[in-house]
């Protein structure tokens, strides 16, 4: 309730539609932080993790183009050729599509007057790398590593040792996302029937699913499962530091510690996995894609042992 009406009171405080603490309000241009406020508001459903990327694309150009009515394809463009300077075309992709929605949606709704559906923004080319993904050796090395690992998580009286052993263990098994594994509840196991539930609100699809728990997923979960829990995974630190403990945990297996090397690359090794000794099909269901196509894009092909041509070309006479 209490951010409901701080939200409130932010929205009045932008539209100049009251007072606040006995100052009155004085209607001034409209700055891309209060636009990006203004729009967000406006979405249904939109989820607190969706609302900090779009803070993160945006808050880069604010300190260049402060004011959303100055926005224009000059201004983006500049924007951007800066941006690829600094980080990775990925990012900068992801930023430009967030600049674009804010944009569009500033033009309809009379706070910008340059039309951004004529401008003729270039798109971001992301070099493709080489899908990467942990072989099992690799992968029971960090396991055995995260089971050496000492003291509780906080406020919680679970082990780090099992809280993070399993948590590895169980993505490995089903290969899901980081989100929907720590948005796991207690009441989604189904010890019984050996299931798991990844919650809809947590999918990218927006559909739940019901997966197969592996017997060494179970008793790893056991070893700290609780009904009087919320979560079976709680974490009660800052979202971005599982990214660094992660990071910490690789680094003790003596396994890279960089981006590609990181939550989502369990999720490649289980497609990787399950495609080498179950089918393409196997891995994209176990993923929740829609094609195969798609699940293509999350395989290891060093691992899969297709042909090559250095396994069917003649031999050189040289």
Known sequence: MLLEVVLLLRLMDILGLGYVT???????????????TLYLSSR???SQETAD????????????????????????????RTRLKQVSAKSVKRERGTILTLWRWAYRNGHNKHNPFEADIPAIKVPKRAVVAWTPDEFERLVVTAKQLPGDIRGTGIPKAAWWSSLLITMYW??????????????????????????????????GQWLGLHDQATAAVMTHYSANRELVWPWPYSPRLKFDHLKKLLRKADLPADRYHAFHCV??????????????????QTLGHTSQQQTAG???????????AADVLPTLNI
């Not at 089903?174 to 947590?202: K, P, W």
């Not at 999350?298 to 090559?308: E, F, I, M, P």
């Open 22 to 36: 006995g100052v009155s309000m004085v209607s001034s241009p409209l700055s891309i932080s209060d636009a990006l």
């Open 298 to 308: 999350y395989l290891d092909q060093s691992q899969l042992g297709a042909t090559q």
């Open 174 to 207: 089903i290969g899901s996302r980081i989100g929907a594994t720590l948005a796991v509840r207690t009441t989604d196991i189904d010890f019984r029937r050996r299931l798991i539930y990844l919650r809809e609100d947590e999918a990218k699809t927006g559909i």
């Open 44 to 46: 249904l459903c939109l």
């Open 267 to 284: 999720r490649r090794t289980t497609a990787t996995l399950a495609c080498k000794y179950g089918g393409i099909a196997v891995a994209q």
């Open 53 to 80: 990327q779009y803070g993160y694309a945006i808050r880069p150009l604010t300190e260049t183009c402060p004011v959303i009515a100055d926005l224009s394809a000059d201004v983006v463009i500049a924007h951007l």
